[in-house]
């Protein structure tokens, strides 16, 4: 049986507690053990699939087509395990399950309560299907003392009691704020959050103090006392430079140590932290830097973009180069001077995206990419902006425009899908479905032309790679495009969904309809994100 280590988190939100989690897990993997990751979130959508960017980051979306938390990206970015459906539950999920078994009679007359039955939900999600697994990470969603979370808590701790003895662990994050007028750490936050949890009956056993300057002793001598925690499961959590530097920033902390010691865990390996000192290095020592520009519309919150920023760095550590990234707003190339922006830049990005807003200008971003040399990549809703570009200006084809967009008459060279195929089945939705969890979700296989730039970046024909997409490029454009010189080198293996776009005769001019950045690990960078800053590479050292 696994070992469970749930971790929550205290005083305030974005502590770093999924980074936290993910890096404890690598470290963990590092000694050997196998791990796995799962996230229970608190709020009351089913998924985070309908949720704005600007609420709530980036929507990751798993191989079998879960759209979830952006946390379970860092944990598969971490420990290269791919995270899955069951990784990820909210409190919408679970109540969900139980009102349809309500529904179905299921549970025979009885009152359905939160203790037991929706307490009953979340353990047999934190319990099923672990697999094989040494140890089981859980992370609770937002901070103690949110109304919405005391469930979850209450399920954890009723977990600690009905398994075996020393087979769960409590790891609680919290922040030691510096007071700059009073010229010291105050440990008193930490406190607080650390009574709220035991008001609801849970001890930690390990703290994490995240804080902006090293911890002195003493104050670590006095959290253990208050908190009733060994002085030496007090581990200092610093803010680190890159967040690759984390795993063994924390293993010097000693945050795995206390975690096999609180198991009781004597003959541990030691943990062969190899690959991470190799990242660490590349990112602190690059020969070199690269401009990129993307070009979005939700580039004011970073977290919208995560999996793709994570990805540029990938390749930045694929080509030995730091990675600068421009972020602009994709309205403002709708003014007349707004191409000067892109100018000194070594690559443009168009990421995915939804609506019209906006796409006005990541067209003109393509044509600007296509015009001027520039290495373009364009992601999903990128892809189609440089499909329609090239249908208005290259194969003249001028109202060329996708059904997504309603504010605009024209052409629907990009339309709305309605049926595709997944394994043997057709997958056929409505035009007016409901909009979460509806879109073509996961991954799906592509078949490469043979000769094109991306079967030669692959290194293969075939690939599998992650979608989220409602609208897709009208395959019956194909030859029109081609002869005008948009090559389609990607199509889905019935060939009636184009998957990849390339110009030839161009530097590099990629547009892809699914989403590479969820693929991409430090360790293994995705060789699209390294094809595409080696281009970029090459072009800044032209100029
Ligand atoms: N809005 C586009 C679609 O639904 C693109 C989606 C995306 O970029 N993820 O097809």
Same mark, same amino acid.
Request: aromatic share 8%.
């Given at each position: 049986m696994p070992r469970y280590i749930f971790i929550t988190g205290g005083v305030v939100s974005s502590l770093g507690k999924g980074l936290a989690s993910a890096a404890l897990?690598?470290?963990?993997?590092?000694?050997?053990?196998?791990?796995?990751?799962?996230?229970?979130?608190?709020?009351?959508?089913?998924?985070?699939?309908?949720?704005?960017?600007?609420?709530?980051?980036?929507?990751?979306?798993?191989?079998?087509g879960a759209e979830t938390d952006l946390d379970l990206g860092h944990y598969e970015r971490f420990t290269g395990v791919s995270a899955t459906q069951g990784d990820n539950i909210t409190t919408g999920r679970i109540y969900k399950n139980i009102i349809e078994k309500e529904r179905r009679g299921d549970y025979l007359g009885a009152t359905v309560q939160v203790i037991p039955h929706v307490t009953h939900e979340i353990k047999s999600f934190v319990l099923s299907d672990a697999g094989d697994v040494d140890f089981v990470l859980c992370?609770?969603?937002?901070t103690v003392g949110d109304i919405e979370g005391l469930p979850f808590f209450e399920a954890l701790r009723q977990l600690s009691q009905e398994l075996p003895p020393r087979q769960t662990c409590f790891m609680h994050v919290t922040l030691l704020p510096f007071i700059a007028a009073a010229g010291e750490m105050k440990t008193k936050p930490t406190q607080h959050s650390v009574k709220e949890l035991r008001s609801i009956g849970i001890q930690p056993d390990i703290l994490l103090c995240?804080?902006?300057?090293?911890?002195?002793?003493?104050?670590?001598?006095?959290?253990?006392?208050?908190?009733?925690?060994? !002085?030496?499961?007090?581990?200092?959590? =610093?803010?680190?430079?890159? $967040?690759? #530097?984390? *795993?063994? +920033?924390?293993? @010097? !902390?000693?945050?795995?140590?206390?975690? =096999?010691?609180?198991?009781? $865990?004597? #003959?541990? *390996?030691? +943990?062969?932290? @190899?690959?991470?000192?190799?990242?660490?290095?590349?990112?602190?020592e690059p020969d070199g830097e690269v401009n990129i520009g993307v070009v979005g519309k939700y580039?004011?919150?970073?977290?919208?973009?995560?999996?793709?920023?994570?990805?540029?760095?990938?390749?930045?550590?694929?080509?030995?180069?730091?990675?600068?990234?421009?972020?602009?707003?994709?309205?403002?190339?709708?003014?007349?001077?707004?191409?000067?922006?892109?100018?000194?830049?070594?690559?443009?990005?168009?990421?995915?995206?939804?609506?019209?807003?906006?796409?006005?200008?990541?067209?003109?971003?393509?044509?600007?990419?296509?015009?001027?040399?520039?290495?373009?990549?364009?992601?999903?809703?990128?892809?189609?902006?440089?499909?329609?570009?090239?249908?208005?200006?290259?194969?003249?084809?001028?109202?060329?425009?996708?059904?997504?967009?309603?504010?605009?008459?024209?052409?629907?060279?990009?339309?709305?899908?309605?049926?595709?195929?997944?394994?043997?089945?057709?997958?056929?939705?409505?035009?007016?479905?409901?909009?979460?969890?509806?879109?073509?979700?996961?991954?799906?296989?592509?078949?490469?032309?043979?000769?094109?730039?991306?079967?030669?970046?692959?290194?293969?024909?075939n690939i599998e790679e992650r979608h989220r997409h409602r609208y897709e490029?009208?395959?019956?454009?194909?030859?029109?495009?081609?002869a005008a010189g948009l090559k389609f080198s990607g199509l889905s293996p019935d060939g009636v969904l184009p998957e990849i776009v390339e110009i030839p005769d161009h530097p590099w001019y990629v547009g892809v309809q699914y989403h590479p950045e969820l693929k991409s690990r430090p360790f293994k960078p995705h060789p699209l994100f390294a094809g595409f800053i080696k281009a970029a590479k090459t072009q800044s050292r032209l100029v």
């Open positions: 897990g690598a470290v963990l993997q590092a000694r050997g053990y196998k791990v796995r990751l799962r996230k229970l979130d608190p709020y009351l959508n089913v998924d985070p699939g309908t949720m704005s960017p600007y609420q709530h980051g980036e929507v990751y979306v798993t191989d079998d992370e609770v969603g937002g995240r804080a902006d300057r090293p911890i002195s002793d003493s104050d670590r001598a006095k959290i253990g006392r208050f908190c009733n925690v060994r !002085e030496s499961a007090v581990i200092q959590g =610093l803010d680190a430079k890159s $967040i690759y #530097d984390v *795993p063994l +920033a924390y293993h @010097a !902390e000693g945050l795995d140590s206390a975690v =096999l010691a609180h198991f009781g $865990i004597e #003959d541990a *390996p030691d +943990a062969n932290l @190899a690959r991470w000192e190799g990242i660490s290095k590349a990112l602190a580039t004011i919150l970073p977290d919208a973009y995560k999996s793709l920023t994570e990805a540029l760095v990938h390749g930045g550590i694929a080509n030995e180069v730091k990675i600068n990234i421009t972020w602009l707003e994709s309205d403002m190339f709708e003014g007349d001077d707004a191409l000067t922006h892109l100018e000194g830049l070594n690559g443009i990005l168009v990421p995915g995206g939804f609506g019209y807003r906006g796409s006005e200008g990541k067209i003109r971003a393509a044509q600007f990419a296509r015009e001027h040399n520039v290495p373009y990549f364009g992601i999903c809703l990128g892809m189609q902006m440089a499909v329609i570009e090239a249908a208005r200006n290259m194969a003249g084809i001028e109202t060329a425009k996708s059904s997504e967009f309603e504010e605009i008459d024209g052409e629907n060279v990009v339309g709305l899908m309605t049926e595709w195929t997944r394994g043997n089945e057709r997958l056929k939705r409505e035009g007016k479905s409901d909009l979460g969890g509806t879109m073509r979700l996961g991954a799906y296989p592509a078949t490469l032309t043979e000769g094109s730039l991306v079967a030669q970046i692959y290194g293969t024909r490029v009208n395959v019956d454009y194909k030859d029109r495009l081609e």
